[in-house]
């Protein structure tokens, strides 16, 4: 610590278990490792060895249980709420001379449950319109049900976030969830900073979400931006958007880049020891979620393309299409050149990533979330000397086609999986001695511009301003 600051105590919020977050524990563990006390708060899964808490290289984990018990109860009025419109015919019989006192009170508990029902309806209605499609099929969730679902998720687990967090001078939300955590901390004082990793309302299942619910998520958002110190978040383009949108009083842009690393010799080869591939065999990975958006289904089809045959994908990961995907690996058609790995660690990862030849994040254009995102994967390929095949979205292209010492790999459309499949070969075919510049060139430039260290010091820098200000104004009259 220089003249003028003092440590701070600073609480981090994130709605997930924190062990393969890396960008959180990046944060926290160069926090700590510039004079700081960090802690943060996760989410504790009902099942599972995860502990409660831990230490992790100086900063504490703590993680809590969010209570789903409301949901029994939310169900419940749902079905009492959901369509009244379909029970005319019981609600007419019900008010018919003659109705049976059962009809009767069957009908009175239809009119109140349809007077109760009216503004959801309404809400259903005007959104199904402004979007132009149909009102859900009965028993199927309505953008409302997901909103209260989320809603209520994210703020009974901000809720407990905020009561097991320590005393804080700053209070470090990450995403909107974070956000929210970190608000309702510093209702007994500090500061707030919020991490946006993306544009959270247009990422994951809230991308599904209609106009109507999606505004009222970007205003929630913006009413909690508006107590925050600062925003941090990952590149440039990202920035901008986030900037025009949240109005926070300061924009600091920390890029997901791993530390320095130097490849041991001889190269890795993890994959092709755990695979039992030759040497020869050319190996095409994709290491994060297996979910929708990330082209996961394009890349399998670019692999099983003409001029491939000799190339293993590897997907490395996690999600709800693993089963989609071991199916698809299992085929004739697939040859056993698809193959399936559980996701490592972020501190194993490197050399495991490594141990590929290319690396390649085809994401679809589905969402402006995606087509601004830089994943996790582009830094951590680059770290390693990996070269990348991404798609040709703005900011990755600046990043890989517009390095100052040339390209770091190239771009496709990732809806084609033959544009997907002439860019892998495009470095692939290259010769051993054009492999081996292209990795060496791109060792360089992650070393010396795509690093945790240069990254990270842009954080350490904003808790410096932050600590120099919280002292000057301790000292005020």
């Known amino acids: 610590m220089s003249g003028g600051q003092r440590p701070l105590r600073i609480a981090m919020y994130v709605r997930n278990d924190v062990r393969h977050d890396a960008r959180v524990l990046r944060e926290a563990t160069t926090l700590v490792a510039a004079g700081h006390s960090v802690t943060i708060v996760g989410r504790r899964a009902d099942r ?71 503004p959801w309806v309404a809400y259903r209605l005007a959104d199904r319109l402004a979007t132009g499609g149909r009102l859900p099929a009965p028993g199927r969730d309505g953008d409302l049900d997901r909103l209260v679902r989320w809603r209520e998720d994210a703020r009974r687990w901000a809720a407990a976030a905020a009561a097991a967090a320590p005393e804080a001078d700053v209070h470090h939300g990450h995403d909107l969830p974070g956000l929210m955590a970190a608000v309702e901390a510093a209702r007994d004082g500090g500061l707030i900073v919020y991490d946006s990793h993306e544009l959270y309302v247009e990422s994951g299942s809230q991308a599904r979400l209609g106009r109507l619910a999606k505004a009222w998520m970007r205003r929630l958002e913006g009413r909690l931006a508006r107590s925050t110190v600062a925003l941090v978040t990952v590149n440039e383009t990202l920035a901008s958007v986030l900037d025009a949108r949240l109005r926070p009083g300061r924009v600091v842009v920390v890029h997901n880049a791993p530390p320095r690393w130097e490849p041991p010799d001889p190269p890795p080869g993890l994959l092709r020891d ?62 056993g050149r ?42 951590e390929s680059i770290a390693v000397g990996l070269p990348v095949v991404s798609s040709d979205f703005p900011e990755r292209r600046r990043i890989i086609l517009g390095d100052p010492d040339g390209p770091l790999g190239a771009v496709c459309d990732p809806t084609d999986p033959a544009a997907i499949a002439a860019a892998i070969r495009s470095i692939l075919d290259l010769g051993p001695a054009e492999r081996a510049d292209l990795r060496a060139r791109i060792l360089r430039a992650a070393h010396a511009r795509w690093n945790w260290e240069t990254e990270g010091a842009r954080l350490v820098r904003l808790y410096e301003e932050i600590a120099v200000a919280d002292v000057a104004a301790e000292r005020a009259p």
């Open 48 to 118: 599972g060895d995860v502990p409660a808490r831990e230490v992790l290289d100086g900063a504490t984990i703590v993680r809590v249980r969010e209570s789903t018990a409301w949901r029994a109860s939310w169900r419940q009025t749902l079905a009492e709420v959901r369509a009244p419109w379909l029970a005319r015919h019981r609600l007419r019989r019900g008010l018919a001379r003659g109705a049976s006192r059962v009809e009767r009170a069957e009908a009175v508990r239809l009119a109140v449950a349809a007077a109760i029902a009216w």
């Open 274 to 335: 755990r695979l039992g591939l030759p040497p020869s065999a050319r190996i095409v990975l994709y290491h994060g979620g297996l979910i929708e958006g990330r082209g996961l289904r394009q890349l399998v089809d670019a692999v099983l393309e003409p001029g491939m045959e000799d190339t293993h994908l590897v997907l490395l990961g996690a999600g709800p299409l693993w089963e989609e995907l071991a199916a698809r690996a299992a085929t004739p058609r697939a040859g």
């Open 338 to 379: 698809v193959h399936l790995l559980e996701a490592v660690l972020p501190d194993q990862l490197p050399e495991w990533v490594a141990a590929a030849d290319v690396g390649v994040m085809p994401n679809q254009p589905v969402n402006a979330n995606e087509r601004l995102s830089t994943p996790n994967k582009l830094f």
